[in-house]
């Protein structure tokens, strides 16, 4: 038996054919009605070598190579199948369509043939057979020569792929492992193969942004009335002491001259004083009102209820039949108007200082949140462009007002809800104006305007200072998701930092010719010494040149045809790496060299002086957990340098690939990201502090917010069960008051932290 009949007879596909024929009856058909069925050549099955000999051995047995080939009967359409149990093959072709009928004519047996040559060609086929050619049954061949080959060569190169990163031990030489320290090494993006999440989320309703002014008419829209609103201020603070004065007078047992020592006198004073400062107050307090008519409920919407409450109560007790034994909440809402005049002055003050220091520039740095830009995390990005957006951002509700949207029409519900319980629902309606003032009162909490306004104003006199302006609430809150910042070589070393020291030309080269050479690639690469090398070529009279095939290396270095050379531009590493030879005792800490057709041109000896401001800056971010990623196009400018040199913390910052690094550095690029800031100054001080101020100032408003929240939940609970015992005795304009400065602490304290970076 050859190999090929043990492949067949392994694979089981004669088995197969056995176990097909074995379900119908073993004495009505044979296999060549079968392979006639299926429309193929019947073999001639073997003689068998006894009589005794299993029919399964026969099927097993059967050598391919002498079986001769056989037409098929033709049957005539609608003729009889076959008698017995025939076993249809499945055919992916469709069935041969039916000959016309003729007299069946028996077919004359076909000679036999010789077994064909291995190296003779094969005989076409009859034809008659090529329409058959189609449904024939392939069987295995005898493997050729090229298909062999083709075998072989693809286990070859299967191999090959699996191997192929494994390193070859008689290959690694020294020297190339010497030259692989010199390249610096970088850092890959990490890609998150986390399948997004398919839970469904609704879409946040998006509201109609402000018109997008310039800041410098801004600005003076601002300014306007500041110096009245401060005045207005101080005055309401006034009343408050006034309103104080009269509240604790009775606790400390003194008595008033008379005739203020009448109840009815002392209630009407607390009514004027109420008054007068709702008068003064009256931007604010419109303001609020406003707001509840648009269903934006805020802290000032139920400062103002609280006010109206509490002026309608005073008047109820002193309209009453019997003296008043009691005193209206008019300190309370006092001291709740100056915070809001207090907290409603600054956030002016802070927008149109921000909206000062964005007009100073024409052409400012944009300062942008950039979704997914490196390793598919948000990335702050500095570039140049217009202060569009600014004046459509800072005009923008502030964070606690989003957050005072949701929760204060919840109080405002509640108020009414437990007022109208503990007043009506209990038989006591005298107590519906008392439970309503008291309510509104202590959920209309004291730093829902100074929890943003506050900060917001020191950060803006911070920021100013340094040339750098928010750009309102928008930008502020997505910087919740910006942990990257990219890191130029401009925001390492501004201009003036990187200086020419001098240069050296080899003897067969010209001054001009090296120096154009040497400016032209570093021009076209971008890179931070363009303006140094551009400035040394005009002071000698040379022009730029044009160059081609500009590559930018991962070793440290550029390349270029100009003219015909072959020129080289890099550090010394690079020029090692390749194989440019160097003087001997050279010692420069940084220089720039450049290399013609192999050889040594001419060298430029660098000094980088390191801004004292870049120390703070990469801190405060990285405190920030905001990670500097290095987009430099200066070859000079790797990791080891800047903490070998300068010794910062380039270990905790990201080194992309040179062209990674190229792409993200790439002044041409298209930004998508939202507006933070807008920068009017060259260096990293400016960029760094308005991404930690923005982060800082989004932290310390929600966490403002949330106090404010609790507090005042925290207050209505407590004023809906003492009002439902009629313990005003303990619900005293002097108790509410404590309560109140006490949760107005943390904020306070917050506020005032938040600019101290």
Known sequence: MSDQDEKLNNGGELIDIKSLIGDADSGDFSLDDIMAEFGHKPPKPAKPKGPDEDPEARFNTIEWKKIPKKKPLPRPPGAPPPEGKM?????????????????????????????????????????????????????????????????????????????MFEEDESIDKEEVRRL????????????????????????????????????????????????????????????????????????????????????????????????TGMILSADVLLTGIARACWLKFGMDTLTALACVLTLGDGIDLTMAAQPPTRLPY?????????????????????????????????????????????????????????????????????????????????????????????????????????????????TASFGGAVVYGRPFHKLARRLSASGAALAGWPGIAASRKGSCVLITDGDLFPPG???????????????????????????????????????????????????????????????????????????????????????????????????????LAGIFALSYTLPETVFPALEGLMLERVEPVLATRDFNLIPAMLQQRFKLAADKMAFPPVDRRRNLSDPEQEHQGILTALLCREGPLPFAESIIAAKRLRWA???????????????????????????????????????????????WFLSGWVHRF
Request: aromatic share 8%; net charge neutral; proline share 9%.
């Open 87 to 163: 076993v249809a093959f499945p055919s992916a072709r469709a069935a041969t369509p039916p000959q016309p009928e003729e007299s069946p004519v028996p077919p004359e047996p076909e000679p036999k043939r010789p077994a064909p040559s291995r190296l003779a060609p094969k005989d076409p086929p009859p034809e008659g057979e090529a329409e058959d050619a189609g449904q024939m049954i392939p069987f295995p061949q005898e493997e050729g020569k090229l298909s062999s080959f083709l075998r072989d060569l693809g286990r070859k190169a299967d191999d090959y792929a699996d191997h």
């Open 701 to 747: 408003t929600r966490l403002g917010a949330a106090l404010c929240c609790a507090g005042s939940l925290l207050g209505m609970l407590l004023a809906a069960y003492l009002t439902s015992m009629g313990a005003y005795t303990s619900l005293s304009p002097i108790n509410l008051l404590v309560y109140m400065l006490t949760w107005l602490a943390p904020s």
């Open 497 to 599: 930092y990187v200086e020419l020291n001098g240069f050296k030309v080899m003897p067969d080269y010209s001054a001009e010719r090296v120096v154009a050479y040497t400016a032209t690639l570093i021009r076209d690469s971008g890179s931070g010494l363009a303006k140094l090398f551009h400035d040394q070529l005009r002071s000698m009279g040379g022009l730029l040149r044009r160059a081609d095939s500009l590559i930018c290396h991962e070793g440290g270095g550029l390349s270029a045809n100009i003219r015909g050379d072959q020129v080289l531009v890099g550090s010394a590493a690079f020029m090692k790496l390749m194989e440019i030879k160097l003087p001997q005792g050279l010692n420069v800490k940084s220089a720039v060299f450049c290399a013609i057709d192999g050889k």
């Open 330 to 442: 008019t300190l309370v809402c006092l001291t709740g108007l100056f915070f809001l005049l207090h907290g409603s002055y600054h956030k002016r003050c802070g927008q149109r200082l921000a909206c000062r220091t964005a007009a100073t520039a024409s052409s400012p740095y944009r300062v942008t949140l950039e979704p997914g830009l490196w390793s598919e995390r948000d990335t702050y990005a500095k570039w140049s462009g217009t202060p569009e957006d600014f004046g459509s951002q800072i005009q923008s509700d502030d964070g606690a007002q989003r957050v005072f949207r949701r929760v204060c029409p919840l109080f405002f519900l509640g108020n009414i809800a437990f007022a109208s319980m503990v007043s009506v629902g209990s038989e006591h309606p005298e107590r519906l104006l008392w439970a309503l003032s008291a309510l509104f009162a202590v």
């Open 180 to 275: 692989e320290r010199l390249i610096p090494g970088t850092d890959q993006e990490e890609v998150d193969d986390t399948p997004p999440s398919r839970l469904w989320r609704r879409p946040k309703r998006q509201e109609r942004p402000a018109p997008d002014i310039p800041p410098g008419s801004l600005a003076r829209r601002y300014g306007k009335g500041l110096k009245w609103m401060r005045t207005r201020t101080v005055l309401v603070f006034l009343l408050a002491a006034i309103a104080l004065v009269q509240a604790v007078v009775p606790l400390l047992g003194l008595s008033w001259p008379s005739p203020l020592d009448q109840p009815l006198l002392q209630c009407w004073l607390a009514v004027g004083l109420l008054g």
